[in-house]
């Protein structure tokens, strides 16, 4: 399903070399970049680099991708940095301005929830603009002012910054903050909610834990879940998954390994990945994993005994790969950029890109926030770009028993299953670490 490749341009050499190299070789290097959108993830840092030719031949670079590209270059303003900051402005200027006016309000839709937080953003830029293509957007303004300049422009072609131009600073800050308050009404419009996909929200994955009680009596079972003897495998994972998953019967899968996780989140039938199209761009806003683990491992198989005891499934001897559980290994073998999917589209790009900006990941594992795990939340917040949630207590399953059976599966706590705290589903367990 992915397989490596090499890059045929070194996007850094080309940047660090004479702007005349870009422009003598612009209509094939444009070409190529437009076959690889995923490279505009490796010229953003240099917008921050504070050196105007470095800052000038990456911006030129970016102006030559596709809007393939789009999505990769708005996040790049999580860069707390006010001269990458505008630079991104201008490009995604030079993008949009060529749109037709419909195509620009959907994709300002999809670019601006990024861009939001430039409006915060009181600092000045540096100025590198010397190419006549680029349009220098006002006179020297801050990136909160650029930032709100940027977007009343495009949502309105006829949005006069005169006034606006001859403020003081002070006068322009309630201005622009009061546009803040008002942006997202003003981004719903009937063009931007076409755009705006159809499609499943919110994914589970349970992993599959084969268990031994399948083997014994329901009252064999029943009886050591009593004695505390019991832990819960993927049917107790597909209970609880069921409680609290929107559109349970589209919206649930069971894994055995992370690659099949991306592939779900990736892929509309991930069943049929070579052929199957992507889940639209931005659809993405919640993704549920509910597994065992242990601190730095989220086990994506594994098995229950008859005694209780969990094995959790590791990678094979011959180290790691993205068919086994999710460790740091395994997360940054993933956010390799020269690993691509069949489809020949990179695997990085396209996860990121199915992802809403607010999305979240839930790991909702035992002991998936504490002691070693905490590099492992970072490093997946690294690759999919969304917040990360995860549980330092473990998770307790709390099965209802009668006589003879397990009655109810669904009750979970992450305190005691004895202190009436258990509900059914994962919903109500609060995560308490986030990155």
């Known amino acids: ?25 612009e209509t094939v290097l444009g070409e ?9 993830e490796s010229v953003l840092p240099f ?31 999580e860069v707390d940095d006010p001269t990458a900051r505008f630079e991104i402005l201008n490009v995604l200027w030079a993008h949009l301005i060529g749109m037709t006016p419909r195509e620009r309000l959907s994709w300002l839709e999809a670019l ?11 600092r000045f830029p540096a100025r590198y603009l010397a190419e006549p293509e680029l ?18 422009r495009l949502l309105d072609s006829e949005f006069d910054d005169s006034g606006f131009a001859r403020m003081e600073a002070e006068a322009r800050d309630p201005v622009v903050k009061q546009f803040g308050r008002r942006a997202p009404m003003l981004l719903a419009s009937p063009a931007a909610k076409a755009r705006q996909p159809s499609a499943l929200a919110e994914l589970t994955f349970v992993a599959s834990f084969t268990s031994e009680f399948a083997t014994q009596t329901a009252q064999f079972e029943r009886d050591q879940a009593k004695a505390g003897q019991w832990a819960p495998a993927l049917k107790d994972f597909l209970a609880v998954a069921v409680v609290d998953t929107p559109q349970p019967g589209k919206a649930i899968f069971e894994v055995s ?8 989140i990736l892929f509309v039938n991930p069943s049929k990945p070579k052929t199957s199209a992507f889940r639209p761009a931005q659809s993405v806003k919640r993704v549920n994993i509910i597994t065992h683990g242990n601190p730095g491992l989220i086990a994506l198989s594994g098995s229950v005994d008859k005694t209780g005891a969990v094995k959790l499934a590791t990678h094979p001897s011959a180290g790691p790969d993205l068919q086994g559980p999710i460790d740091v290994a395994a997360v940054q073998m993933a956010n390799n950029p020269g690993l691509y999917l069949d489809n020949g589209e990179a695997l990085v790009q396209s996860l990121r890109d199915r992802f809403a900006p607010d999305a979240e990941i839930f790991l909702i594992a035992c002991n998936s926030a504490s002691g070693t795990a905490l590099p492992l939340m970072q490093d997946l917040k690294g690759l999919f770009k969304v917040t990360i949630r995860a549980y330092s207590k473990e998770i307790a399953y709390c099965p209802t028993l009668d006589a003879t059976h397990i009655i109810d599966r669904a009750l979970t706590t992450t305190t005691n299953c004895n202190d009436g705290s258990a509900q059914r589903g994962y919903k109500h367990l609060k995560p308490d670490r986030s990155v």
């Open 1 to 25: 399903m992915v397989q490596s490749q090499t890059p045929s341009v070194h996007v850094e050499q080309l940047i660090r070399g004479e702007a005349e190299a870009i422009e003598r070789e």
């Open 32 to 40: 190529l970049l437009q076959s690889h959108p995923e490279w505009a």
């Open 47 to 77: 917008l921050a680099s504070g050196q105007a030719p470095l800052v000038a031949n990456a911006r030129r670079l970016l102006t030559m991708f596709d809007e393939r590209a789009l999505l990769t270059i708005a996040r790049g303003y």
């Open 112 to 122: 601006a929830v990024y861009l939001l937080r430039g409006l915060d953003d009181a």
């Open 135 to 152: 349009v220098e957007m006002g006179t020297v303004h801050r990136v909160c002012d650029e930032t709100y300049l940027f977007l009343n």
């Open 257 to 264: 390994g992370f690659m099949e996780m991306l592939g779900a």
